[in-house]
């Protein structure tokens, strides 16, 4: 298969990141079919898509006409068969291997063989996903990140049986959703998760051990080191239970250097998950 043969693409989960996905494969031109298992999760996922329309078009990038062409490029269902005719399905469902492992084997069952199976996984192991179809040559890691519509980038990981080709097409799905691409090895982590999860949990225990207020460390990290976002902020962004979640991943493989901070796992204990609750280490409206 080559990329001019793609025309329809699959995603599997509505969430935060689904949508985004599902959002800039619409804009990008392609039919696309999103899949969640309830309706409600599937008008979620519209919702957030809708919103961020809204704001792609305050800014000027695209008319309403556009955003609405956009928005009926894209067809919500709750059915796996649905998928049959994807050229490409990018799977962004709960970070839970036995999970995404019952995706990919309904995917397997459901698509052509030719189809590129996708997962946005974060921190969990592509060829372990792989390891439950008959076709892992054509598994492989787009790793998405939030805000989707926003961010530049997108990870390719490759798998232990990813073929060349399915890499190839990855890379190139990935430009002509506008994004820039590099290239991970299936290691716990991949590079962004592996370096940027440390990170946070280092913010997160500079302010409770009192090294700085709250806002020092964020500014700090913004005005020293020119990222758009302290690691306060950034973890509430992403959702502190995604962090402890793959912090606590990323420790069962690679050691003690992985340690959630304290303060991490009592605000998750607290439901205080960050901007999608409306408290973490900031209040949101
Ligand atoms: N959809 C469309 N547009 C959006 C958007 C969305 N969901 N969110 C923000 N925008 C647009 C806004 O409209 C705005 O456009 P404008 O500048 O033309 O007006 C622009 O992006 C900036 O947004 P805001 O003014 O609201 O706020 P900020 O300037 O603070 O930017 C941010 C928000 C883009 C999130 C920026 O702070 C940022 O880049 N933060 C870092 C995010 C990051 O690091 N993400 C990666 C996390 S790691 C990850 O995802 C991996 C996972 O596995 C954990």
């Known amino acids: 298969m080559e990329l001019d043969d793609i025309d329809t693409v699959g995603?599997?989960?509505?969430?935060?990141?689904?949508?985004?996905i599902?959002?800039?494969?619409?804009?990008?031109?392609?039919?696309?079919?999103?899949?969640?298992?309830?309706?409600?999760?599937?008008?979620?996922?519209?919702?957030?898509?809708?919103?961020?329309?809204?704001r792609v078009?305050?800014?000027?990038?695209?008319?309403r006409a556009a955003a609405d062409e956009v928005r009926d490029r894209i067809t919500g269902t709750t059915k796996l068969d649905a998928l049959a005719d994807a050229e490409v399905v990018v799977e962004a469902v709960t970070e839970d291997l036995d999970v995404k492992q019952s995706v990919f084997?309904?995917?397997?069952?459901?698509?052509?063989?030719?189809?590129v199976l996708a997962t946005n996984t974060s921190t969990l192991s592509i060829t372990g996903i792989a390891s439950v179809v008959d076709r892992p040559e054509r598994v492989v890691g787009l790793h998405f990140?939030?805000?989707?519509?926003?961010?530049?980038?997108?990870?390719?990981?490759?798998?232990?049986h990813t073929s060349a080709e399915t890499v190839g097409l990855a890379h190139e799905f990935a430009a002509a959703l506008g994004k820039e691409t590099w290239e991970a090895d299936d290691k716990p982590g991949f590079v962004v998760n592996r370096v940027l999860l440390p990170w946070i949990n280092e913010g997160i225990?500079?302010?409770?051990?009192?090294?700085?207020?709250?806002?020092?460390?964020d500014r700090g990290l913004r005005l020293g080191t020119n990222v758009p976002m302290g690691p306060l902020?950034?973890?509430?962004?992403?959702?502190?239970?995604?962090?402890?979640?793959?912090?606590?991943?990323?420790?069962?493989?690679?050691?003690?250097r992985y340690r959630p901070a304290y303060l991490l796992k009592r605000k998750v204990e607290a439901g205080d998950l960050g901007k999608k609750t409306g408290a973490g280490f900031y209040e949101y409206d």
């Open 11 to 20: 995603v599997v989960g509505a969430g935060q990141m689904g949508a985004g």
């Open 233 to 256: 902020e950034l973890a509430d962004h992403i959702g502190l239970d995604v962090v402890l979640d793959a912090s606590e991943t990323l420790r069962a493989e690679l050691g003690d």
């Open 145 to 160: 990140m939030n805000p989707v519509p926003v961010m530049a980038g997108v990870e390719v990981v490759v798998g232990e």
């Open 205 to 217: 225990r500079a302010y409770d051990e009192g090294v700085a207020e709250r806002d020092d460390v």
């Open 57 to 63: 078009v305050d800014r000027g990038d695209l008319d």
């Open 105 to 115: 084997a309904d995917l397997a069952a459901t698509c052509d063989p030719e189809t």
């Open 22 to 54: 599902a959002q800039v494969a619409a804009v990008a031109g392609y039919r696309v079919v999103l899949r969640d298992v309830d309706e409600r999760l599937v008008a979620d996922g519209f919702e957030s898509i809708e919103e961020s329309l809204a």
